[in-house]
């Protein structure tokens, strides 16, 4: 049974920063792709960062030097480093896991977790 269990959401002030945390279970996690997608009111949910079995990251033009991917394959766990963040970043995040090599492609997904930048 996969599993993706992401925490560290909550309310911020804008310039604030968060760290989200994945943890993952049910998949060799060495062999999967991970990332972060967000979805706010109203609109389709996008990719925010990626980062492969290698470690190679990507990230949305609107995140890029402020937001980091990171992996630690020894705690089957992905992050996200959330800094000077702003009130767009409003949204649920949602973990991601799919083998790159899988075709058709298959997506796990966690639960969300929800970003709220107010003041």
């Known amino acids: 049974q996969v599993q993706l269990v992401e925490s560290g959401g909550g309310l911020v002030q804008p310039g604030g920063s968060l760290r989200l945390s994945c943890a993952a279970s049910?998949?060799?996690?060495?062999?999967?792709?991970m990332g972060w997608y967000r979805q706010a009111p109203g609109k389709q949910r996008e990719l925010v960062a990626g980062i492969t079995t290698g470690g190679n990251t990507n990230y949305a033009d609107s995140v890029k030097g402020r937001f980091t991917i990171s992996r630690d394959n020894a705690k089957n766990t992905v992050y996200l480093q959330m800094n000077s963040l702003n009130p767009e970043d409003t949204a649920v995040y949602y973990c991601n896991a799919h083998q790159p090599l899988r075709v058709p492609r298959y997506d796990y997904w966690g639960q969300g977790t929800q970003v709220t930048v107010s003041s």
């Open positions: 049910g998949i060799i996690f060495t062999l999967y792709t």
